[in-house]
């Protein structure tokens, strides 16, 4: 057995092997009513990262009564279901897709959005269901990237992720594939030189990690991002803003930084969705527009990353940005506020008559600037 998979069976996959100081229970509901429902994995390696079960690492594991509490939200907020057409498949945007190619984790994230099929006997991904997947993206041409996703796809053997990525690079038209993958972060000791070797084969491969605190960050960490950087694989981070664990500027700034310094560009932070049994993670909006706030303009460009609501229903991922950078819009002036809160002024440039009649905007005569008219010659 490797090492990685002896830290999964050493981990804690049952309520009764919780220490006594991980216990709680509210409501006369205990963490055994929580595994009935939603399991439980806290691998080895990441229980050891744990000092307070009440802190940012494990928060994020360690079952809470209050995740059964919750009848109302509903268990598939994104609508995965609905824009599914094999089961395997997430077929929403145009010309991508998510391959859900195991309900496998190196640890079931309380939080997590897919809770509903991660770890339980019914969410279980089979070869054939994975062989359909395949096949549906071998028949749709306008696929030209996608995101295998689960669960972790890390957690399948070499050759059977293998098998996996060869099958796919036969297809033509798919131009990249992306792992999204939560090891790194959980289970750094699965990224081994032989599964960067295997990876390298299969460029171009992005991959998309899952860090959301910078305590993540330890030396083993540091080293299976690096492996996976030498392997030419470029390397991005997803992370969920959560009340509890990283909702705070200093905290967020102090993880973008560092992730850049392991050669992980930061891509995503989410709002938490609205999950059954993960809403106790749930922050106002506002906050997270204020963390943003405090990163534009006072840290690296290369460590922020774009604040994104996924929308219930499966209206997809929308980012959103303070409102108070762009002031207005009028008359040729765009007016902008600076992180500083320095208001300045960009002159914007006035399409000429045809283009704009072409384009079908309104307003017959050319408009004039504060600079003259800057229609220019335009062909007349
Ligand atoms: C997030 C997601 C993708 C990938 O989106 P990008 O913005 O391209 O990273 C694709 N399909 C589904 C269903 C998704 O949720
Ligand atoms: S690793 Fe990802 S898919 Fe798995 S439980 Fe955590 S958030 Fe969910």
New binding site residues.
Partial sequence: MEEWQQLLVDGINRSSQLPPEWRSSKEGVDQGDVEKTFPIRINGYYSSLISDPDGPIGRQVIPDPEEVLDFESPVDPLGEDTDSPVSAIVHRYPDRVLFLVTNQ?????R????KRM?GTPEGVVTRREVEEGVEYIRDHPEVRDVVLS???PLMLKDDYLEFILSELRRIPHLEIIRIGS?VPSSLPQRVTPELCSMLKKYHPLFMNL?FNHPDEITPQASLACNMLADAGIPLGCQTVLMKGVNDDPDILKKLFQKLLTIRVKPYYLYQADLTRGANHFRTPVAVGLEIMKKLQGHTSGMAIPHFVIDAPGGGGKIPILPQEYLISMEEGDVVLRNYEGNVFTYPDIILPETVREEGGLASPEPEVGPLGNRNGHAGK
């Fill in positions: 984790c190196p640890i079931y994230c939080y997590c959005t897919r991660i689960g669960g972790d939560r899952h």
